[in-house]
């Protein structure tokens, strides 16, 4: 007996030392995992059009990778400009807002002037030297290459999840005994598809909020646009938190062109949450997860801080799947007790 705990625990270990070591792999798995599920309701969609399933899954994997083949070829070299423009302007743009009355009324208050200009010297220092440029140009080519590998990863373990799916599905279950198997397979099937149809709903509406703040944004003059447009999508994927963080970040932004540009952007972006929390959102997520309100923020709130974006990204489908497994399995358990 001894022995054999010694060897779990040694098993234990050994399997944290790999997922520790492992980088950035278990992230890109869980990644590939959850955009299958989100795609696999497309499939399924065009299966029961009379789409075999091979050439469904090859229909929506080019789609996804003409879309991100299109936005890295379109949408990237503009960001990557205003992303530059951006903290190119940053310090003059910072000089110009401290001589305003609220500011300096501010800066008498709370002394926000000499931290905010340590931070800029921190973002834009060493911008210009050979030594400095030289870095600069190092670390962005290996973000970049880092990018791409990675998303060239998670696309070829997407499209081998869209194909095994019902294989893996059928695994799984051959592994369950016979007497709760169907119990198993009904909730699983229940669970996967409320994921997928959350993970494609979510992304549906990011997209919408996105289009949305880059019209507003072009309309009123908010500076580098499609900086924040990528800026906006990101955030407004993860839900609750998300789009009030963007409304703050550009409304931020546009106050460097005047108090008129931050409030007419405020005013035209809340006034669309409200339609997209009361409308959009419930129209496309009708089929997706349904999670209580404090569960959600405190899921989005522990996933962030865990994994960063995709961890806030799949902390509301993981809550609503424990808290399905609770009401159709703890709950009646313990009413029979």
Known sequence: MGFLGTLGVGLALGLYYIVIHTGPLPLWITAALFIALGLDPVVRFL???????GA??????????????????????????QLTLFFQSLPATVDQ??????????????????????????????????????????????????????????????????????????????????SRRERVTELTEDITASVGSYVLGQSTVA?????????V?????????????????????????????????????????????????AIAYFIYLQVEAYFISPRIMQRAVKVPGPVAVIAVIGGGSLLGVLGALIAIPTAAAVMHLLREVVVPRQDRK
């Open 97 to 178: 807002m401290s001589h305003s009355p609220t500011f300096q009324q501010l800066d008498k208050s709370y002394g926000i002037k000499e931290q905010l200009n340590a931070g800029v010297s921190h973002l834009t220092s060493n911008a210009t030297g050979a030594g400095g440029i030289l870095d600069k140009v190092i670390a962005a080519g290996t973000a970049v290459v880092n990018g791409l590998f990675g998303t060239l990863i998670v696309l070829v373990l997407t499209l081998y999840f869209l194909v095994m799916l019902p294989s893996m599905k059928a695994a799984f279950y051959s592994l369950v005994p016979a």
């Open 56 to 81: 469904g899954v090859l229909i929506v994997f080019l789609a996804v990778a003409g879309l991100v083949a299109a936005f890295i070829s379109l949408v990237a070299p503009i960001t990557v400009q």
């Open 207 to 215: 997209l919408l909020n996105g289009v949305y703040a880059l019209i």
């Open 217 to 265: 944004m072009a309309i009123v003059g908010v500076p580098y646009p499609w900086l924040f447009f990528c800026i906006v999508v990101l955030l407004a994927v993860v839900p609750l938190v998300g789009p009030p963080t963007a409304l703050v970040v550009v409304s931020l932004v546009a106050l460097t062109k005047g108090w008129g540009t931050a409030l007419a952007f």
């Open 47 to 53: 299966v029961r059009r009379g789409v075999p399933r």
